[in-house]
């Protein structure tokens, strides 16, 4: 699953000197787009380092301290009033979604692996292979896997979306290449990956460019097997790869993150529930354990309007949300979604 930060007015302010090495002020213009910036310095722990600490994410100084936590504080800022949202900004596992998912007591009762009954999850598993990309935007998704790995490894896809690879180095594989090598090649463990341009998961849930779709468990003649679900927006992440100049580092996020989970599950013997609120919200859960087992990803950020333009005092009453990323002190706009958070 994607990391997303809340821009609140004067951007993401990480205090803490000695730890941070990124400051930025942003400041909007009437129309709400970015008007000018100050102060930014970045290094690559922050690019590349979504699993920001809490300490790092805590806000400048006491007197900045107004835009801290528990979200409830309002700001009367260039004429604007702005709320915190607080918690969310500074957890970066939490940092998604804004309001409970209101469609989530109807799922309560649902296994999360209930999507696939009704997906031709064309996938069935007869010679142990490992990794598959299925759904209209798996070529995409195989595009920017090959991205991340096409200094080491040529990947190839079959026609059910089965991942193969062949390296293309004699020297000992390392890095990323490694992990996905290791992926394809754990025959306990299946990650099936859906492609799809879509906002929403199978489960009705928001999308954005991946989600955790939890694991199961099953026992297969006496072998513990792990099937891990995970779906991605390609087109999405694409966008933010190509603003970053990333290849292929968000999918590869989401891959190992699929992976990791199953790996838990696996040691623990029991399926894992897609990253729902309750889930991304308990520190423990295995979809928080496998993001930050994942390979990194960078953050990305989102700021939320209303009908008139201006950061509404309830988020419930946000119309528009927009994403961003923040690459050499530029803040550059990915997508803009109409009402996307709150649906
Ligand atoms: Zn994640």
């Not at 102060?39 to 590349?48: F, G």
């Not at 995409?140 to 040529?154: G, R």
């Not at 989401?254 to 990791?260: D, G």
Request: hydrophobic share 35%; proline share 4%; glycine share 8%.
């Amino acid at each position: 699953m994607l990391t997303v930060f809340l821009l609140n007015v004067n951007g993401i302010m990480i205090s803490d000197v000695t730890k941070s090495s990124y400051a930025a002020t942003f400041t909007w213009n009437a129309a709400g787009l970015l008007h000018a910036f100050v102060d930014v310095e970045q290094d690559a722990y922050l690019a590349y380092g979504d699993r920001l600490s809490a300490s790092a994410m805590t806000l400048k100084t006491d007197t900045d301290n107004r835009y801290r936590f528990n979200g409830k504080e309002r700001h009367d800022w260039a004429g604007y009033a702005y709320i915190d949202y607080g918690a969310r900004m500074y957890n970066p596992v939490t940092g998604s979604w804004l309001s409970p998912d209101p469609l989530a007591d109807k799922y309560t009762s649902t296994s999360p692996y209930v999507f696939c009954a009704g997906d031709p999850v064309k996938v069935v598993d007869p010679d142990g292979t490992e990794l598959y990309i299925y759904g209209k935007r798996n070529k995409e998704a195989f595009e920017q896997l090959q991205s991340a790995v096409s200094k080491k490894m040529t990947l190839s896809m079959d026609s059910r979306g089965k991942i193969s690879y062949k390296p293309t180095t004699e020297k000992k594989l390392h890095g990323k290449a490694k992990r996905l090598a290791k992926i394809i090649d754990d025959s306990s463990i299946e990650v099936k990956v859906s492609a799809e341009n879509t906002q929403q998961t199978k489960d009705g849930k928001q999308l954005l460019g991946g989600a955790f779709m939890g694991n199961k468990v099953e026992n297969k003649n006496g072998i513990q097997h792990v099937v891990a679900y995970q779906e991605v927006n390609p087109i999405f992440l694409g966008k933010v790869d190509e603003a970053y100049g990333t290849k292929g580092t968000l999918m590869m996020h989401e891959v190992t993150e699929a992976y990791e989970g199953a790996l838990i599950s696996k040691k623990e013997g029991s399926n894992a529930p897609p990253a729902d609120d309750s889930q991304i919200n308990k520190e423990d859960s295995v979809y928080n354990r496998a993001h930050n087992a994942a390979t990194q990803q960078p953050p990305i950020y989102y700021r939320q309007t209303d009908v008139s333009g201006k950061i509404p005092s309830d988020p419930k009453l946000a119309t528009r949300t927009q994403y961003y990323i923040i690459k050499g002190g530029k803040i550059i706009e990915i997508e803009k979604r109409e009402n996307p958070l709150n649906q």
